[in-house]
Structures are given as C-alpha cells and as structure tokens.
C-alpha cells in the first residue's frame, strides 16, 4: 500500500496505482485525453500533468505511480498554465465546426476548452491550419475525421489490447499525423462503435448515430443490454420516446467499460417495427381494433379450446416479471401445462463479451417456471399434430423458422401474441396485444452467468401498449378467471424468491 | 285661452324636445369628448363625412344609425311587454321635468325693440313666458316627476330575466329612493326663502334678491349630490356597476331601447344642471342686468344705467342661462371623471347618516334665521 | 393568523369628502385645460396615419440566410432549437453526399421548420447560431393567415424571406 497526499488529502492505494486513477477515488477529476482506466497509459495528451512537491517539472500523473510520502498538486497556477497552453496546442489545427460535429456536447476538447483555456485563437487565420482528412469511412459503423483528432490512440490501444485486433494505427509525424486502417483492412470487428466510445473528441463516430440527435437532448436510463445472454450494463440514451443508442456502463464484475457493436445497436429493439395498438386478424385480414376488441376476441378463442390442449410461450427475450406473469396467468387461470420458450436465434460468440445466446433472460425464464420449458419446435410439431391447438405466447421473435415452423403455427386454433414489436409469432397469431418494449418496462433480466440484474424503465410505453401483468389482468378478467397477482408490486414480490441469486456485483443500478 | 296662446305653447313644446333631444344626442358627444380630454385621450375622431370630421361630431350621427339599424333583442323569458315599456318610463319623465322650468323671463313680440320698464314678469296680448307650463307646484312637480324615474329602472331589471339586470334594478331602486328624500328636503330650504313653489316666482325672487347659492350654500351641495345620485352616475354608478353586475339593470336591452336609457341617463345630467341654475345660480338673472339693461351699481359711486331694447335683454339672459346650464354640466363630467365608485355601504351611510341629517338640519337652521329677521 | 387591518388615518378636512374633492376637481381640469388650450398631453398615435418607425434592432420574421450558391447557410446543429423557448423550431438533419459540391460541410438541414405562432420573438435563435444561419432583421410580421398550419414555416420559405435590404446572403464571419 502507498499513501499519498493529493490537494491537501491523504489516501492510500495499492501498489502500481497511478496518481490519476489514486485522485479518481478521491473524486478529484484530473483532465484528460489518453488515460482510459481499461487501457495501458500512452502519456502522450500531456492534459493530466500535475505539480508534485520536489519535483522540479510537472509530472503526467496517468504514468506517475504513487508512492508513498508523495505530495501532489492538481489545481496550482503552474498546473492551469500547463492545461491551457495544451488546449491551445491542441485546438490549434482544430476546425472548430463544433456545429457539424455528432460529438459537441459530450466533447472533452470543448469541456476543458471551457475549464481550463477560453482564449481566443492565436493563429490568425484559418488558413494556416493545417488540413488533413475529413469523413473518412473506417469501417461499416465508424467515420473518421482527422482534422479532430487529438492522436490520444485510445481507440488503436483499445482495438490492439481488448479486441486484440491491432486495426488501427498511426500514421505521419508532427502535427500530419492521424489515425489510419491497416492497409487492407476495415474496421469492421464486432466492437468497432467502443473506438467511437473511447474516442474523447468528434474523431471517430458512429454512422447509425450520425446526425440523428444532439447529445445534450438525450437522456439516459441506465438499463442492461437486451442483445444477448451476457446482460452488459449499459446506459439507454433516449429523446421524446425515441432511443438512440445505447452507452456501456462501467461494470468490472461483467463487461468493464465495453460494450459490443449489436449491444450498442440493440435499441433498435426499442424502435423498429413495434406493435403500438391491439390488432386482431392474420396477413391480410390484419386490423388495427380497441383493447376491448381484441380482449374480447382472445377470451372467445381461448375458451374454445379445452384446457388439456393450451400451451404458453414464454420469451427469454422478455423480463422475469413478464414471463412469471404470463407463466402464472397459464397455469392459474388457463389451467395450462405445457410451457415453451422462444427467442431469437442464437448467434455468435467470442471470448469477451458477446454470448451464442442471444436472448438477455433463457435463465431468468427456466427460473420463473420452475422447469425446464420446452423449446417451439415441440409446439409447432405438437400444433401440426394436433395435440395442442390453442396458445398464448409472449414475445415477437421465433427460436425456429422456416416454412414448416410458420405453417405448424398457423395450425393453431387459437394464437394470442403479446409482444412489442413485429414478427414471426404475432404474425401467425389472431390477436396480437402491444406490449412495452424493454426500455418502456422495469424488470429483471438472469444472465447465462446467473446473475439477476434489475434495470428501470426509460420511457412510457409506446401507443396503445400495456404491460404484461396489466394486459393479463385484463384478459383474465374477460375470461372470468382469478389471477394470483393484482398489481405489479405483486408480480416484483413473487419474483424476486425466484431469482437465482442476489443482483450481481455493480449490476443493480 | 286665445289661439296666440296656444300656438306659442305649441311651439314652445316643439321647440324644448328638439332642444333636449339634439342636446342629450349632443351630451354623447360632449361626454366622451370631454372625457378624453381630461384623461389625454384623443377621443372619438374617426367618422367623418368625406374630409370633414367635425371634431368628432359626426359620431352623433353615426351612434344614432347603429342604434337604430341594430337587432332590438329581448330575452326568451323576458316580459315582452314590461320589457318594452320600461325603456319608455324612464325617457319619460326626463323629458316632462323640461315643462316647467323657466329658461328665460317673459318675452313680448310686440315690443321686442322697446326698453321694458314694467319687470321680467308681466302678461300681455302678445306675451309669452319662456316655460311651457307655468303651473302653481312646480317645484312639487318637478321632485314628483323626478320621483317616477325608479319606476323605468325597476321594470326593467325585473322584466329582463337576468339576474345582473335584477340586481341592478334593485340597486337603483334602493339607492334612488333614499337619495330621493335629500333631494326633497334640500329643496325645503329654498322654499323657505323664495317663498313660494312657483318656478317662475323663485328666479325672479333671485332676480330680485340674490342667487340662491349664496342663501342656501348647504342646499345646493346637498341637492347637487343628491341629484348625481338620483341620475345614477359615478361616483353613484353602483346600479350600472360594470366590474360587478355587466350593465346593470339595462344589460338586456339594445338598440333604440338602449338608447333610451342611455340618452335618459345623459339628459337627466342636463336636467339636474338647469335644476341648479333655475334654483340656486339665479336662472335666467344676468348680474346688473334688469329688464330694462344694465345696472351698475357700485358703491359711492352713481348707478350708471344703460337701457337695452327689451329682445336684446331677454336674449342675453337666454344665453346667460345656458352658460350656467353648461358650467353645471361640465361641473358633473368633471366629477366623473374625479371620483372612483362608492362602495354599496358607504353609499348608504352617505345618503341616510350624512346627508339627510345634514338637510334636515338646513331647514331648521334656515326656518330659524327667517324667523329672527322677521 | 387574524391580524387588524390599519384604516389609513384621515382627519376632518379629509373626511369631509368636499375639499378632497375639490382638489380632484382641480387635477381633472388641469389636464382638461391643458389638452384643449395649451401643450397636448396625449400620446395616442393615430396609427393608420402615423406610424411608429421600428427600432434598427427590431426582431421580425425569421429567415435563413444563403450561402452564394443558393444553399443555406445552416449545418443543422440544432443550437437554436435548443435555444428556443418556446420549442418552435424543428429540424432534420442530413449529410451531404461525397460528390455534393458542398460536401465539406457534411451537414444540412433537410427540414427546417418554424412555427411562428408559438415563436416568441425573443431572437435567442439568432443569438445561438454560430453560423449566422438565421436572422430575425425581415422587418416583417406573420402575415395573417386563414389556418394555424399556414403558419409553420418550412425550410425553403425560410431561405426566401431576404433582410430589410433585400439581402438573401450572408457572409459568415468566421470563415467563408
């Protein structure tokens, strides 16, 4: 252990901790370009430099490890001199079309230019500055402007040393240098939007969020990733019902600081082809009608069909609250015995974040029910048999497809969907009931680790959506059948003994 | 009675209700006019006749069109006939106050360019008094005239199936009437004096004598807020009340039936101010001007006679009385627009605790003086 | 809490009404006189006569200003959106594509809109461009129009409205 003094106050901190990450835990904010706590330190921004006491020049306090005795100085005239002189070296062949650029707002040039510099340019004019590339395409999610870039290489270290995947390198000297694609290759591995996320300026950003909103409009909901079984903490950044992206949160226990392409794209879960009011009719024969309606004509079809021959879909794409929900309005009010689970189809894995699953609650949902549910292929054989003839399912995507998998469903009698958005099993169903999407519901998602993690809801539900206990209520009491749950305080209640085990470490926001 | 008689009384007639009815058409204009002027406002200004404006005259003749061309509305519950009939009771009386009051003294065709020497008052084959009804209780008449015009007011709140009308009807009675015994008992001073009821006999008393305002100071505050009451304007506009009851008890009428109200209202100013000159500010008497001319009389000093040809005399007393006439009605516009509204106590506590206390004990000051000098 | 409301203390010259009122009097025709014989005090301006020149500052309609080559001058950044209070402005942003002669702007609005019945003229919008995209110096009103929609202004009606000069252009001051 080392303890040191920073700014007048004592701490003490494992050996090999830098003075910048040592002040972090003292909640003093040691501006920065290249310092990434998950990154090896470059020192090369020369932002962070601090006064420390008999030493004769300003030390960069991301390479300086502590050391006991060590008296540091963040904030003397000294420091401030240094800081601004960097800003003006930094800003002096920047652009400055803060009004183009997506990162204005969350931008550190502009943040410490406002702390630290605020003095007009001394170049005096603009054409001596010096021009290098602009909107440069790196890669299928990422653009690049040089002419922004500070050359922190926090996106070349971040594809060199968490992707290991050394894409990215630099190129030229002095104040021509810029980040450039291997020769040959695009920036196209599967975390290629973390160099956009790591990117402290307007340098790299995102194409899918290119253009599409300002930051300083988005608000964030902190959530867990909906893309697969590895449940990333992430923030859900969100303006007037519309989602824009999602961020990583900072989780050491799960998915540190990153977070990977289809996780960042993932809200468009939120936005794309959702179900916003009650529809009744397949293909064709489709028709937006009213909760009432479409209630009405559930408890009709269901009824007709005798209780040994319902099923019900859990998804193990929606929350454990939603499919306990469902799994007990089944079984306590349909009488149903045979559960099945579907969600999308699995995908690819890598040793880092993503997992083959990719659905965020396949746990979560074997916790609910108690069992192991059965997977659709046994509902639509069954359904194409006959043995089962009516269903309630939750969630849009199908575990199987094919024509044989959609022609088995539309075998089925009776088919209730309950689910956000389009897809293969509304479309086979009779009723389709809108429900809200994971950004408009709070809830509970199991990881394929076990670990239960509670995130909060973003935004009201869109349209005409009810959420699933309420919608199940209301559909029971069509039915004129009992529910072992009135209201979502019931659903929390019963859930949470369920759950595998207390929220993971940093999961619980 | 000989036809020249009656002829003259004829004209007379004719002659007064053209008189009052262009000046209370007049007053709309003098009214916002003046008010403009005394609140730096422009005022009305924009009708016009081609190039000519007139100073805003025109908007006479523009109000009087819209009122007649407007929809004449009554209410769907209203009392059609109370409704229609109310307008009427309260124009009328107005009107008929003018018959007995005297603008000018005794004025003889015969001799319009002779010097007079036998008095302001006097009767002959080609004489005529400038009054069209020289009856023995004018002054009776007048206060009993005066007294109906509640009735107008309370028939139509009570006719207009509205409960702001209502209210204010009930306003204008309540406050109507208990001014109503301070208009009498101011006057009671007055009739002590002049001693006589006879409208003619009390000018010429201060023809004679003196101005009646230096006699009975008291009277004529009494009488001249009393009658401010009595013709329902500010600061005793309780009945119109336009933040608290719309218009009051004239809310539900429009068009010609309006105007009757509203040119009542404006002709009853015209009323109480020829009241004040006839009773108190001498009438139709000139200062040093007799009916034979002019009489200086001053102190150690000869009187200097200057004989005018009896029309001439009467002429200029004509215009004497309607300079006073016109001082009083400026007198009540500018009070207007000086004084914020009563509240309904004070006015009450005003009417009964103040001012008939106060006439009360005018008349019996004044009996007791008249008593002493006799 | 009760508490006693304090009558304004008058003695008798006052509580006898007359002379208080007398002085009234005298205030109304002061201005009376004044007004029909000597210096009007009136500011009534006869308006379809007379009218009031505007200020060089007044805010007006808004307008974009044009680049030489017709294209506006605004990048879409939404700092004006942001400024306004009264959330009247809309915009859509889009990018240029690599063969468009503007292409190193990137950025433009591909809808523009503003809603002049609920602007509030308080031209923070033109306080916020930094790329003097949009001015308020029209001298024009909204003209009067017969549906509320008439009055949502859209991208290309904008950048037609020209300056009291009729100037459609300007030249940004920072660069050209």
Redesign the interface.
Same mark, same amino acid.
């Given at each position: 252990m080392r303890k040191l003094t920073i700014d007048g106050r004592e701490i003490e901190v494992a050996e090999g901790t830098t003075v910048i990450a040592a002040a972090r835990a003292l909640g003093i904010d040691i501006p920065h370009f290249c310092w990434h706590p998950e990154l090896s330190v470059a020192a090369n921004c020369r932002m962070c430099l601090v006064e420390v006491e008999k030493q004769p020049k300003l030390q960069p306090s991301c390479q300086l490890e502590a050391a006991d005795g060590m008296v540091v100085h963040t904030d003397t005239p000294k420091v401030r001199e240094a800081r601004r002189a960097m800003m003006e070296y930094l800003l002096l062949n920047h652009p400055v079309d803060c009004p183009i650029c997506d990162q204005a707002g969350e931008c550190k040039l502009q943040d410490y230019y406002m702390l630290y510099d605020l003095k007009a340019s001394r170049l005096w004019s603009e054409e001596g500055k010096v021009r290098k590339r602009k909107r440069a395409i790196f890669g299928p999610h990422v653009i690049y402007d040089a002419e922004r870039c500070v050359m922190c290489t926090r996106c070349v270290r971040f594809c060199a040393e968490v992707v290991r995947d050394p894409v990215l390198i630099e190129v030229h000297r002095g104040d021509h240098s810029e980040i450039a694609v291997a020769p040959g290759r695009t920036l196209d591995h599967a975390y290629s939007l973390m160099t956009a996320h790591v990117c402290p300026v307007g340098a790299l950003t995102s194409r899918d969020f290119r253009f599409q909103c300002r930051v300083w409009f988005l608000a964030s909901t902190p959530t867990i990733c909906p893309g697969c079984a590895t449940g990333c903490n992430a923030f859900l950044d969100h303006h007037r019902g519309e989602a824009f992206r999602l961020r990583p949160r900072e989780n050491p226990a799960l998915n540190r600081s990153w977070l990977c392409d289809d996780g960042v794209l993932a809200f468009r879960l939120h936005n794309d082809h959702r179900l916003t009011a009650p529809e009744l009719g397949r293909g064709d024969d489709a028709r937006p009608v009213a909760w009432d309606e479409a209630l009405a004509e559930a408890a009709t079809l269901l009824r007709k069909v005798p209780k040994t021959q319902r099923a019900a879909v859990l998804s193990a794409e929606h929350s454990c609250e939603e499919n306990w929900a469902l799994a007990a309005f089944a079984r306590e009010a349909l009488g149903v015995e045979r559960f099945f689970v579907t969600g999308r189809t699995a995908g690819t894995a890598d040793d880092l974040l993503r997992h083959a699953d990719k659905n965020p609650n396949r746990a979560g949902v074997r916790s609910m029910l108690g069992a192991e549910p059965e997977p659709l292929e046994r509902l639509v054989d069954e359904a194409t048999a006959g043995s089962i003839r009516g269903a309630v399912a939750l969630g849009a995507a199908a575990a199987t497809q094919g024509p044989a998998a959609a022609a088995g469903l539309l075998r089925l009698e009776a088919l209730v969907s309950i689910a956000p958005r389009r897809g293969p099993l509304p479309e086979a169903a009779h009723v389709r009931l809108p429900s809200p999407s994971f950004a408009e519901t709070a809830g509970t998602y199991v990881n394929a680790r076990g670990q239960a993690q509670e995130f909060p809801q973003a935004m009201s539900p869109r349209g005409e959506a009810l959420e699933v206990p309420d919608l199940l209520a209301r559909l029971a009491r069509r039915l004129d059948l009992g529910l072992p749950f009135r209201s979502a305080a019931d659903v929390r209640a019963a859930v949470a003994p369920r759950l595998p085990r207390p929220a993971a470490e940093g999961g619980a926001p | 009675m000989n036809a020249f008689f009656v002829w003259m009384t004829v004209a007379k007639i004719v002659a007064f209700v053209l008189f009052i009815l262009t000046g209370g058409a007049l007053m709309v204009w003098v009214e916002r006019r003046l008010s403009a002027m005394m609140q730096d406002r422009v005022g009305p200004h924009r009708a016009n006749l081609g190039r000519f404006r007139l100073w805003g005259l025109i908007h006479i003749l523009a109000d009087g069109l819209k009122m007649m061309v407007k929809e004449d509305f009554i209410p769907r519950r209203a009392d059609r006939l109370l409704h229609a009939l109310a307008p009427i009771l309260a124009f009328f009386p107005v009107v008929v106050t003018f018959a007995v009051v005297p603008f000018g003294p005794t004025l003889d065709f015969a001799h319009l360019g002779a010097v007079n020497h036998e008095g302001p008052l006097f009767s002959g084959p080609w004489a005529t008094t400038l009054q069209v009804a020289t009856i023995d209780v004018g002054l009776l008449f007048v206060l009993a005239i005066a007294g109906t015009g509640v009735v107008g007011a309370v028939l139509a709140g009570a006719a207009s199936d509205n409960r702001f009308s209502l209210l204010g009807s009930l306003r204008a009675a309540s406050q109507m009437i208990s001014y109503e015994v301070t208009l009498g008992a101011s006057l009671v001073g007055c009739i002590l004096v002049f001693g006589t009821l006879r409208i003619e006999q009390m000018v010429l008393w201060q023809h004679q004598h003196v101005w009646g305002i230096l006699v009975q100071p008291l009277a004529f505050l009494l009488f001249l807020v009393a009658g401010i009451a009595e013709s329902k304007r500010v600061p005793f506009d309780l009945p119109e009340g336009e933040s608290e009851i719309v218009a009051g008890y004239f809310l539900e009428y429009s068009g010609m039936k309006f105007a009757m109200f509203f040119l009542g209202e404006l002709m009853e100013i015209v009323v109480l101010a020829i009241l004040l000159t006839v009773f108190f500010l001498g009438g139709w008497d000139v200062p040093f001007l007799f009916a034979d001319g002019l009489h200086v009389d001053l102190p150690f000093l000869d009187t200097w006679v200057w004989n005018w040809p009896h029309g001439v005399v009467v002429l200029v007393q004509l215009l004497g009385f309607t300079v006073k006439v016109g001082a009083m009605v400026f007198l009540q516009m500018a009070l207007r627009w000086t004084l914020p509204r009563f509240r309904y106590d004070q006015l009450m506590d005003l009417g009964w605790k103040v001012l008939l206390p106060l006439s009360l004990g005018n008349i019996a000051v004044t009996a007791v003086v008249l008593a002493a000098l006799r | 809490m009760p508490y006693v409301v304090r009558r304004p203390d008058r003695n008798l010259w006052e509580q006898s009404y =007359?002379p208080e $009122?007398v002085r *009234? +009097?005298g =205030? &109304?025709?002061r201005?009376?006189f004044r007004?029909?014989f000597g210096r009007r005090? &009136? =500011? &009534?301006l +006869?308006y379809p006569e007379q009218r009031r020149p505007y200020p060089p500052r007044f805010r007006g309609l808004h307008r974009l200003t044009q680049r030489d080559d017709g294209a506006p001058r605004c $990048?879409? #950044?939404? #700092?004006c959106q $942001?400024a306004c209070p009264a959330e009247c402005i809309h915009i859509v942003? *889009?990018?240029y594509p @690599?063969e468009h002669p503007l292409?190193? =702007?990137? !950025?433009y609005p591909v809808e523009f809109w503003i809603d002049e019945l609920r602007c509030v003229s308080c031209g923070l919008c033109v306080e916020a461009c @930094? #790329?003097d995209a949009i001015r308020m110096d029209t001298g024009l009103h909204p003209r009067p129009v017969e549906a509320r929609p008439h009055l949502i202004y859209e991208r290309n009606l904008l950048l037609s409205i020209s300056d009291t000069a009729g100037n459609v252009h300007t030249a940004n001051p920072? !660069?050209k």
């Open positions: - | - | =007359v $009122t *009234g +009097l =205030v &109304t025709l201005h009376f007004n029909v005090d &009136t =500011v &009534t +006869l $990048t879409a #950044c939404l #700092c $942001t942003a *889009g990018e @690599p292409a190193h =702007v990137e !950025k @930094p #790329c920072r !660069k």
